[in-house]
């Protein structure tokens, strides 16, 4: 079975949400630029989301360039992330219109928490499906970040009730985490571990 | 005439039908976690024509695999499918706004099945098209599971006025049907019909 | 310059159109049948725009198939082709809301002929940069059904100031000519003209 | 690492963006002509956009034909231009729903000069990645016209104060530069800049 129309698929819903996340900055009524004032925190979230799913997708592109074929397994494995994902429009509305309450932002978390646990259960499958000497699995590795990144979310969620902003803060972390070049870091992580 | 184009229409289509569903989960107004609940009806909803949508692609996939060439009557038989597929988003924002009442579970019921229906043609069409002996009709076979389906939704259309959790249970049933692993559950039916 | 990616964002842009008009089915009040009963205009518009969407893609897929490169000129045709396209949401969601009244019902057919002029533009311009003697010539042929169909808009734009129902009926009218297969009609039409 | 999946998911982003628009044009309650007036800045504005996401993607078709293969850098160049395409629905539904009054024109036109230097950013990057003397370097050339461009954008922000029209006649000059036909525009204005 080849993997054409898996990437097909998982990029055109990806595509959709992340532009339909623009749908949720309404028009403001004024034509004044304090009319824009209370946008900034929807434009926020609409920043910070738009950047997640941008590195989901990136993340997802240099992952199925490794596979080979695929089964239906993973076509659902695959599904179950696009699920989880599909929500972030909604948690970044919702965050964007609370002004980043706790609850909008521990949602957001457990949000992201879900995505980060669904994608590793995608790389595991694959890595089953391929054997554990395959390019996959040696191109996914210890997946430092991932790691680092799930333990960050599980961190987020209690702390969104202490302080909302030291959540969001973790999020932006994980986020520029996985903007910055990937060798050099990793390096440095892997060092740091060893 | 290729098919390539044929899966990345049916593609677009479907990632966006499976996207724009979001858009009925509306913000809510509080940022309290109670603010959430009257959502509930409307995740669940969301949550089943997700599955389905995510059945129909999948299957779709498996069966566009098989087939090599198309024809207009293809095309429009392919469209025919979509059709009702395009009005799920509509009838699931209705059963979730609703909380699951009689009328718009059976609506739900009644698409599913005219869904299950312009599959079943495609199938035909198809195999008309590709001869009784080739690879398509074999994969295609007997499609049980097909059947079983659409017995359950002719049966859930009269469920939902007496019960619509009956109702809602069968569609259930009908996408754990499609979920589990394809070929434990065909040889038991096939054995149980045998 | 290869084709491909201007099919592929044909097929989104038509894809995408053909989906959001269901957006334009708000999800009824009440959970009664009756509370369907003020959307049946709306559904109806819905139906003939989809077939006509469906129609346009493929007529578009068989187009394209004949094409051998493409260039500035033809890009912008066939992105001329789409703005018509995308306004047909629009118009549909204008019929149907006020139950097929006598403007919505001439600017739909005007969009309908803007379309067809642009899409008739696109094959001239094709046929030009592939020569006369072109399989692409060949397929496009004396067009009968286009003109034909571009006859009946022009006669229904007036005409929905008379009596709206008998321009609609020139719309479906027009349908069914595509939808009819091909050749047999064609025939007919080339019999007849001769 | 290969470009395909860089293009879909481009185009993906684009025909959605192109076509999300159209939601902006609220159906109007009447169903008389005189109901559509007030949506004429709408149509206005939603032409001008459509035809700057059409130069978009027109140009990124072109770029990226010269591209041979792509790294995370260049995923994240592209990831940056989409993101400032993405703002353009509702930079265009602000300037329509106000009349072109001066702080919308002045915005439309921020948004349109971050996405011009986006875009810059992206092709640097790429002829970084194949070389000064690489077919992509000469294609892309001196790009007189992105460099007028970006200086009409600066011009037309802060004339969108004195006279926002003047502003927006500063726009669809960019846009007419860009759908003129390509080599002669440009021999013009290179013998005129020698």
């Known amino acids: 079975m080849s993997k054409g129309r898996l990437e097909a698929f998982s990029d055109g819903v990806l595509a959709i949400l992340i532009t339909i996340m623009v749908l949720d900055m309404k028009v403001p009524q004024g034509a004044d630029v304090r009319a824009l004032r209370p946008l900034l925190p929807v434009v ?10 941008g590195i989901y997708w990136n993340n997802h592109h240099h992952l199925l360039q490794a596979v080979r074929h695929v089964n239906g397994r993973i076509l659902w494995a695959n599904m179950h992330l696009l699920f989880w994902l599909s929500l972030i429009p909604f948690v970044t509305g919702w ?3 609370n002004h980043f309450a706790a609850w909008p932002v521990a949602l957001y978390g457990a949000i992201l928490l879900c995505a980060g646990c669904a994608y590793f259960i ?3 499958i694959l890595i089953a499906h391929h054997g554990r000497d395959s390019a996959l699995a040696t191109a996914v590795g ?11 979310y599980v961190m987020a969620i209690p702390l969104a009730f202490v302080h909302a902003w030291l959540a969001c803060a ?3 972390l994980v986020a520029v985490l ?5 060798r050099r870091i990793e390096q440095t992580l892997t060092q740091q571990h060893a």
């Open 122 to 124: 995608l790389t595991r």
């Open 95 to 97: 965050m964007g219109a």
């Open 178 to 182: 996985w903007l910055i070049p990937d």
């Open 170 to 172: 973790l999020y932006v």
């Open 142 to 152: 210890r997946d430092v970040k991932g790691k680092i990144s799930v333990g960050c």
């Open 44 to 53: 926020l979230s609409y920043v910070l989301s738009f950047v997640f799913l």
